[in-house]
T-cell receptor, first 108, second 111 residues
């Protein structure tokens, strides 16, 4: 079983749609959680951290459920520029583990 | 700061040749990571260093792969001999303030 699992997609949605990505992790001792975004042929970049209380950054909302070992990312009012691959990341100490990513395409 | 620097950006080589990938982390970052990314397997952690010391190399595929970090500002990933299945994008990343910063990657093609 992979340490971090994501639905690979692809998710194809129209502009303005709301889309949600899910991620599960296997190591219950994991301490920190993130969502990274990777554009085509580019390196991954931090999108947002995920806190136990849930956190929001504009159109993006991240949630963590430690009991179920589950992380989610919600994108509201999706834009064409949101098209990318979204990577779930789980950290324990200095060790960071990435999910395989979920590919999103937002269409006009 | 210039960010994480990797070289070369592209490498095309023939099977059996030695390949050396280079990385300069962001100054002041204590942890450095090497990843490999392919369409089939996604982003895989190969090895990471903390304060120049290798901490976990369990992701290194086989003995053909080796990594060194002789000082805080430089690391290498070497493949010898290279094989076509090593073709991938290799990323180096360094960590500071709980955020991991990636270099632009080296796109390796082994013919």
């Amino acid at each position: 079983r992979k340490e971090v699992e994501q639905d690979p997609g692809p998710f194809n949605v129209p502009e303005g749609a709301t889309v949600a990505f899910n991620c599960t992790y296997s190591n219950s001792a994991s301490q920190s959680f993130f969502w990274y975004r990777q554009d085509c042929r580019k390196e991954p970049k931090l999108l947002m951290s995920v806190y136990s209380s849930g956190n929001e950054d504009g159109r993006f909302t991240a949630q963590l459920n430690r009991a179920s070992q589950y992380i989610s990312l919600l994108i509201r009012d999706s834009k064409l520029s949101d098209s990318a691959t979204y990577l779930c990341v789980v950290q324990g100490g200095n060790d960071m583990r990435f999910g395989a990513g979920t590919r999103l395409t937002v269409k006009p | 700061d210039a960010g994480v620097i990797q070289s070369p950006r592209h490498e095309v080589t023939e099977m059996g040749q030695e390949v050396t990938l280079r990385c300069k982390p962001i100054s002041g970052h204590n942890s450095l990571f090497w990843y490999r990314q392919t369409m089939m397997r996604g982003l895989e952690l190969l090895i990471y260093f903390n304060n120049n010391v290798p901490i976990d190399d369990s992701g290194m595929p086989e003995d053909r792969f080796s990594a060194k970090m002789p000082n805080a500002s430089f690391s290498t990933l070497k493949i010898q001999p290279s094989e076509p299945r090593d073709s991938a994008v290799y990323f180096c990343a360094s960590t500071g303030a709980n955020e991991q910063f990636f270099g632009p990657g080296t796109r390796l093609t082994v013919l």
